[in-house]
């Protein structure tokens, strides 16, 4: 699934211990265009805060995985960013945010908890 639309916020990063070892994600706050805008938190995970490198003002597409969890009787469900691209708003720019590849060549890099193999999202 994508995502576009302009990030109006990004949250401080967090981080932690658990299972799998060291963890750190950010929060980022992205409303869609249109006559009835939404406001949806999405999350990036590990290395790949650096690599996309988002700002707040910044108009992206995001290729996101929706994943929900339960803990303790609750459910908890995570936006997560796999892939980001600039959006062109007619200004010569583009391409993508996570690299230095031109436009025709979209980013290929994917989400990945703990193993450095996948190719696939989830």
Do not use: H
Not at 3 to 31: C, P
Not at 100 to 121: A, C, R
């Amino acid at each position: 699934m994508e995502l576009t639309g302009k990030i109006i916020q990004a949250l401080e990063e967090q981080s932690g211990n658990g299972r799998n070892g060291t963890w750190r994600k950010r929060d980022y706050i992205l409303e869609t265009p249109g006559q009835y805008p939404k406001k949806v938190c999405l999350t990036v995970w590990g290395d790949k805060i650096d690599q996309f490198n988002i700002q707040p003002g910044q108009d992206i597409t995001a290729s996101i995985e929706v994943e929900s969890r339960e803990y303790n009787g609750r459910w908890y469900t995570d936006v997560k960013i796999w892939r980001v691209n600039n959006v062109d708003n007619g200004t010569g720019g583009g391409g993508a945010a996570s690299g230095n590849q031109k436009q025709d060549q979209p980013d290929v890099s994917t989400f990945s908890d703990d193993s450095e193999g996948d190719i696939l999202p989830f």
